[in-house]
Nanobody, 126 residues
Framework: QVQLVESGGGLVQPGGSLRLSCAAS????????IGWFRQAPGKEREGVSC????????YYADSVKGRFAISRDKANNTVSLQIDNLKPEDTGVYYC???????????????????WGQGTQVTVSS
């Protein structure tokens, strides 16, 4: 049984911070590309960050560079997303996902990822 479970979302004022976590069971995240995606109401799912398996290379969407930071905690088999200086446009359901294989040209494509968590809601509002 493979499960990915996101946590850490909530209601935050603009300028606030959150730390999202993706915890895995039945699989070791160290060996896979892990992506974070978000989906706002009425919009398509978009990739915000991902981290590679072999070298730890990190990637960010232009809209979140300088505010988001992805990291691995190998001991706890988790991948986290630290989010600072939250903006209203960051609102959405945030998902972590695992890519089977390495598809470097498809890092931002949801269909490239084989396992998904249930998502955690992030709401940024004053």
């Amino acid at each position: 049984q493979v499960q990915l479970v996101e946590s850490g979302g909530g209601l935050v004022q603009p300028g606030g911070s959150l730390r999202l976590s993706c915890a895995a069971s039945g699989i070791t995240l160290n060996y896979y590309v892990i992506g974070w995606f978000r989906q706002a109401p009425g919009k398509e799912r978009e990739g915000v960050s991902c981290i590679s398996a072999h070298d730890g290379m990190k990637y960010y969407a232009d809209s979140v560079k300088g505010r988001f930071a992805i990291s691995r905690d190998k001991a706890n088999n988790t991948v986290s997303l630290q989010i600072d200086n939250l903006k209203p446009e960051d609102t959405g359901v945030y998902y972590c996902a695992l890519m089977r294989g390495v598809l470097l040209l498809r890092l931002w494509v949801p269909d490239a990822y084989g396992y998904w968590g249930q998502g955690t809601q992030v709401t940024v509002s004053s």
